[in-house]
């Protein structure tokens, strides 16, 4: 197996997506304090040696001197610090409960909401500023403007507090957090079409498997520079090779587990040195990391929906309520799908091929449902399943009908210990009825 030289480092990548995930809004707003605290610090230069700026000598008086200022920030500043670390506390408390009662995937959404890293930032930053402006009250300086402004901004982060524990106790229902994986996964399919618009569907029919390339690390696929390999490519033969990426954006690699196939025409010689500089390009157009982003992997987001579903629907919780909120979510993002595997987003001329495994993936989840409601013996949401494929068999295109006439299919096996309920019932017939109008 030939050593291909993989960028970029795995630290860096960590680094790089816990900054996407979580760190660049909280990080921005501390910076953002930092900042203004420099700006108040210049304005109240102008208190020093007893002056006072022309219309604020009242704002002076109301605060008092510097022994005053002092012992004023120091109470502001430990109250907002304990305030901070009570509440941030209970915070963690509740999100806690909530992937008690569904799964880790709650983690994910609280900590990607934009809301939440505002919080952090907000809190941490206010508490910077409050202790910078603290070590400037000296002798030869008043900080008068920065007391105040701390003043102000406390007082919003106590009202804040109000604010961000009703919606913490908000995001932790079911419904938020399957409405706001969702959205996500439309948000990350997006730049799913984008890598799909710059590639290829389909290989072309009799060109031959000149070479594998295989990992060389363990580690999430989690970015494929397409441009990379076609230039490659365009350098070592434009008209006779191109290379088929076996697995998904987001599969799990080991290593030596294959990742591309090097195809070239039949009876063109492919010469050895043009071979390795495709390969080394396949290995650095990939990017490995330890975790998955659910902002930017819409097969991640599926994956978190149907774990959702299994852990609430079966025995282990028997909660028929969030199954049913995410299969109505899968609902949605299959009928949005649908019309792109018609005429899926291609460039004809491209030398990279990459299978597009959102739509599957996505019925493929619906299908799990299905199984796990036949494992608890829930009627309620075996009977959403039901009508769920009963109403996308209605309207989307063949290759969509196509699996959800399969799923249908193989879930009559999930019958046999059901009780026939009249919901289950009326599914079952106007599942039977969509499935006679497509053939």
Same mark, same amino acid.
Request: net charge neutral.
């Given at each position: 197996?030939?050593?291909?030289?993989?960028?970029?480092?795995?630290v860096?990548?960590?680094?790089?997506?816990?900054?996407?995930?979580?760190?660049?809004?909280?990080?921005?707003t501390?910076?953002?304090?930092?900042?203004?605290?420099?700006?108040?610090?210049?304005?109240?230069?102008?208190?020093?040696?007893?002056?006072?700026?022309?219309?604020?000598?009242?704002?002076g008086?109301?605060?008092?001197?510097?022994?005053?200022?002092?012992?004023?920030?120091?109470?502001?500043?430990?109250?907002?610090?304990?305030?901070?670390?009570?509440?941030?506390?209970?915070l963690?408390?509740?999100?806690?409960?909530?992937?008690?009662?569904?799964?880790?995937?709650?983690?994910?959404?609280?900590?990607?909401?934009?809301?939440?890293?505002?919080?952090?930032?907000?809190?941490?930053?206010?508490?910077?500023?409050?202790?910078?402006?603290?070590?400037?009250?000296?002798?030869?300086?008043?900080?008068?403007?920065?007391?105040?402004?701390?003043?102000?901004?406390?007082?919003?982060?106590?009202?804040?507090?109000?604010?961000?524990l009703?919606?913490?106790?908000?995001q932790?229902?079911?419904?938020?957090?399957v409405?706001?994986?969702?959205?996500?996964?439309?948000?990350?399919?997006?730049?799913?079409?984008?890598?799909?618009?710059?590639?290829?569907?389909?290989?072309?029919?009799g060109?031959?498997?000149?070479?594998?390339?295989?990992?060389?690390?363990?580690?999430?696929?989690?970015?494929?520079?397409?441009?990379?390999?076609?230039?490659?490519?365009?350098?070592?033969a434009?008209?006779?090779?191109?290379?088929?990426?076996?697995?998904?954006?987001?599969?799990?690699?080991?290593?030596?587990?294959?990742l591309?196939?090097?195809?070239?025409?039949?009876?063109?010689?492919?010469?050895?040195?043009?071979?390795e500089?495709?390969?080394?390009?396949?290995?650095?157009?990939?990017?490995?990391?330890?975790?998955r982003? #659910? %902002? *930017?992997? !819409?097969?991640?987001?599926?994956?978190? @929906? /149907?774990? $959702? &579903?299994?852990? =609430?629907? +079966?025995?282990?919780?028997?909660?028929?309520s969030?199954?049913?909120?995410?299969?109505?979510?899968?609902?949605?993002?299959?009928?949005?799908?649908?019309?792109?595997?018609?005429?899926?987003?291609?460039?004809?001329?491209?030398?990279?091929?990459?299978?597009?495994?959102?739509p599957?993936?996505?019925?493929?989840?619906?299908?799990?449902?299905?199984?796990?409601?036949?494992?608890?013996?829930?009627?309620?949401?075996?009977?959403?399943?039901?009508?769920?494929?009963?109403?996308? #068999? %209605? *309207?989307? !295109?063949?290759?969509?009908a196509?699996? @959800? /006439?399969? $799923? &249908?299919?193989? =879930?009559? +096996?999930?019958?046999?210990?059901?009780?026939?309920?009249?919901?289950?019932e009326?599914?079952?017939?106007?599942?039977?009825?969509?499935?006679?109008g497509?053939?």
């Amino acid at each position: 197996m030939p050593a291909i030289e993989t960028v970029p480092n795995r630290v860096v990548a960590a680094v790089r997506r816990s900054f996407r995930q979580f760190l660049a809004l909280p990080l921005a707003t501390i910076v953002g304090f930092v900042g203004l605290n420099a700006l108040v610090y210049l304005a109240d230069r102008s208190w020093s040696g007893g002056a006072a700026p022309t219309g604020f000598r009242w704002l002076g008086a109301l605060l008092g001197d510097r022994a005053a200022l002092g012992g004023l920030l120091t109470t502001v500043a430990s109250s907002i610090i304990t305030v901070t670390s009570i509440t941030f506390s209970l915070l963690l408390i509740a999100v806690q409960q909530g992937a008690a009662s569904l799964t880790a995937q709650v983690t994910d959404q609280f900590m990607a909401r934009r809301t939440n890293q505002f919080y952090f930032g907000y809190f941490v930053g206010l508490s910077v500023f409050v202790l910078m402006t603290l070590v400037t009250n000296t002798e030869f300086h008043r900080p008068v403007f920065g007391t105040s402004l701390a003043l102000v901004m406390t007082t919003f982060a106590l009202c804040l507090v109000i604010v961000m524990l009703y919606n913490t106790i908000d995001q932790m229902r079911p419904e938020r957090i399957v409405q706001f994986i969702h959205a996500q996964i439309l948000e990350a399919r997006a730049d799913d079409e984008r890598l799909l618009a710059r590639t290829r569907r389909t290989p072309r029919p009799g060109w031959d498997v000149r070479a594998v390339v295989r990992a060389t690390e363990r580690g999430y696929v989690v970015g494929l520079d397409a441009d990379r390999i076609q230039a490659a490519i365009a350098r070592a033969a434009p008209d006779a090779v191109e290379v088929r990426m076996r697995v998904p954006v987001g599969t799990f690699r080991a290593l030596g587990d294959p990742l591309f196939d090097i195809r070239a025409r039949p009876g063109f010689v492919l010469e050895a040195e043009a071979r390795e500089a495709v390969e080394a390009a396949c290995g650095r157009a990939l990017t490995f990391d330890d975790g998955r982003d #659910l %902002g *930017h992997d !819409a097969g991640y987001g599926l994956h978190q @929906l /149907a774990t $959702i &579903a299994w852990t =609430s629907v +079966s025995t282990a919780k028997s909660n028929p309520s969030p199954g049913r909120v995410v299969l109505l979510a899968l609902r949605d993002i299959v009928a949005r799908w649908s019309p792109g595997e018609v005429d899926p987003p291609e460039a004809l001329g491209a030398h990279v091929i990459l299978a597009d495994h959102a739509p599957t993936a996505a019925t493929d989840a619906l299908e799990a449902v299905i199984v796990v409601a036949s494992e608890s013996i829930q009627c309620q949401t075996l009977a959403e399943a039901m009508d769920s494929l009963a109403i996308l #068999l %209605g *309207h989307v !295109a063949a290759p969509t009908a196509d699996r @959800l /006439a399969g $799923i &249908a299919q193989r =879930s009559l +096996s999930a019958l046999g210990e059901h009780v026939l309920t009249r919901e289950l019932e009326a599914a079952l017939d106007g599942l039977a009825a969509a499935i006679a109008g497509i053939k």
